[in-house]
């Protein structure tokens, strides 16, 4: 449904490319042929600077490349925050998967420096910490969402989803210490593991599931170009390396 017209309403008013998780199919044909392109030319794995450049490419977006900052890539005035992992069968359905959403510090943002004295307050500041992220980046785009590709070892099997980028209500999630001496938070209600935090290096990694709906493709081991035959086809000569 549309948004309803009030007369108290600021919301940016933008034009999606397609609804979320109905990502149509130029959008990934598109997204295939770049990785074909991105294997023919040697690469032997996807970034996700590489997975924010063929998305945003695909899409006619801009890739931010910013170090900072939740949203990767833009279209008019919404977002997506890009992530990928691997996975050795994308296509089977996965209890969960991790994405590794940041770094937040409960020290630096809230003079926290023994965060396994009291891990509940330590993961309640880990929780504000994302959400403030999340207000920054819905002050400039809306809708905001992460995008979601699991690639496979070969990089010719794809699973690729999305979500709503959205605040976490901190008093519905208990925190505890595992063995590794990581903070987890679980959902009070469901028992379901929903966030690990590390304390050596603050790097706050979101657990979420993959839909039923999302979009499973392959694509084709191509040939690796020759490098000589390469060169003959953009007619190099050896004056185009100048020597200083």
Known sequence: ??????????????????????????????????????????????????????????????????????????????????????????????????????????????????????????????????NERVNIAQDYYNPLRTSILVRSNDLL???LFEEENHRYVANQYRWEENRNGNLIGIDIESGETCFTWQPHGSQFTIHTRVPQNAVKFKIKQPPKLDVEETLKQINYSDDWVEIL
């Not at 549309?2 to 979320?20: F, Q, V």
């Not at 970034?47 to 990767?72: C, R």
């Not at 005035?77 to 691997?86: H, Y």
């Open 1 to 130: 449904m549309e948004h309803p017209k009030l007369r108290d309403s600021k919301r940016l008013l933008t034009r999606e490319p397609y609804p979320i998780n109905e990502i149509p199919e130029e959008v990934i044909r598109k997204i295939g042929r770049k990785f074909i392109y991105m294997l023919c030319v040697g690469h032997k794995d996807l970034t996700g600077d590489d997975w924010g450049n063929v998305f945003a490419e695909a899409i006619g977006g801009e890739h931010l490349q910013s170090p900072v900052g939740i949203a990767d890539v833009v279209f008019d005035k919404m977002a997506w925050s890009m992530k990928t992992v691997k996975t050795p069968n994308p296509h089977r359905n996965e209890a969960s998967i991790r994405l590794i959403s940041g770094r937040c510090s409960p020290d630096y943002s809230y003079g926290i420096t023994d965060p396994h004295e009291d891990i509940e307050k330590t993961g309640r500041a880990v929780l504000n910490i994302w």
């Open 157 to 159: 099997t794809y699973t």
